[in-house]
């Protein structure tokens, strides 16, 4: 770039910004703040209002966070990937610790009667962290530590996965194992009988239609919140059951 030397510095500011928003996730640095719950083994980080299960066997482990009301975005971050540094607490953080990575499983239910500590009461940005992903970054006396966090790719192995739920009337989707951007913004449903029909979002990542698709082959249209579309066709055979989960074999 022979000519670099007689641009603007905005221009580089700009071309960083645009090159961290390229992925279609934002991929910059901001402030907030975290605590812990549960314990060292996973135990009360499991499940959660994003819809997940047993967090080991669907592939998140201990590596896991709650959001507070600002971050969830009604549910819709569930399954957004984040690292996380310990910053500005000399006595707290621990020294040359690597960065966390997490995936959001959990809501940090705000407090309206709370007056002080309301750490995940809007429009604060709290982390709520499982025991393992706090004590790798501050000591366990710390209380709230303030962090750093950015918007990574998720990575997860295998292909997306699709647990169907509810009852012949009401349809549920859980989707999850997504791999990159992480979070799913749309999900639309095809029966072998039927045309595309777009799924309402319930909560978390969890999906719903009134429509009765027993006995028919389903595909889906998967949409993350980078604009990526994904579609798994026939991933649920004509003879799929609720309480089931059906795996793609393809991720984002
Ligand atoms: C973190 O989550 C636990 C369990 O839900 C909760 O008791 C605690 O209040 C949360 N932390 C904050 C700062 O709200
Ligand atoms: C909300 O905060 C109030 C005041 O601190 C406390 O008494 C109450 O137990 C909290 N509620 C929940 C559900 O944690
Ligand atoms: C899904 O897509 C539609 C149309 O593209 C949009 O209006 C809607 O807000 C999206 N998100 C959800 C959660 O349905």
Not at 64 to 86: H, K
Not at 88 to 115: E, H, Q, R
Not at 171 to 186: F, K, Q, T
Request: proline fraction near 4%; include cysteine; glycine fraction near 10%.
């Amino acid at each position: 770039m022979a000519m670099s030397h007689s641009l603007p510095p905005l221009f580089f500011f700009m071309m960083l910004l645009v090159q961290a928003m390229a992925g279609g996730i934002d991929l910059n640095w901001y402030d907030a703040h975290a605590t812990f719950y549960g314990d060292a083994a996973g135990g009360g980080t499991m499940q959660g209002a994003c819809g997940y299960g047993d967090l080991f066997k669907q592939g998140y482990g201990l590596a896991t966070t709650a959001l507070s009301t600002a971050l969830y975005n009604n549910g819709l971050t569930c399954g957004a990937c984040f690292q996380i540094m310990c910053v500005n607490d000399p006595l707290w953080c621990i020294k040359g610790a690597t960065p966390i990575t997490v995936t959001a499983t959990n809501l940090c239910p705000p407090n309206y009667s709370k007056t002080t500590d309301a750490w995940c009461n809007p429009p604060r940005k709290h982390f709520n962290l499982s025991y393992k992903m706090f004590t790798s970054i501050a000591g366990v006396k710390a209380g709230v530590i303030p962090v750093r966090y950015r918007r990574v790719s998720c990575v997860k192995s295998g292909g997306v996965r699709l647990e169907l739920k509810g009852n012949p009337y009401f349809l549920m989707v859980l989707v999850y194992n997504v791999a990159n951007a992480g979070d799913v913004s749309n999900v639309s449903i095809k029966g072998s009988k039927t045309g595309w029909l777009t799924m309402t979002h319930n909560s978390g990542q969890v999906w719903h239609i009134n429509q009765v698709l027993v006995g028919q082959s389903l595909s889906f249209l998967v949409t993350t919140s980078d604009g990526k579309a994904l579609t798994f066709s026939f991933v649920a055979p004509s003879n799929w059951q609720f309480g089931q989960t059906y795996e793609s074999k393809q991720n984002f």
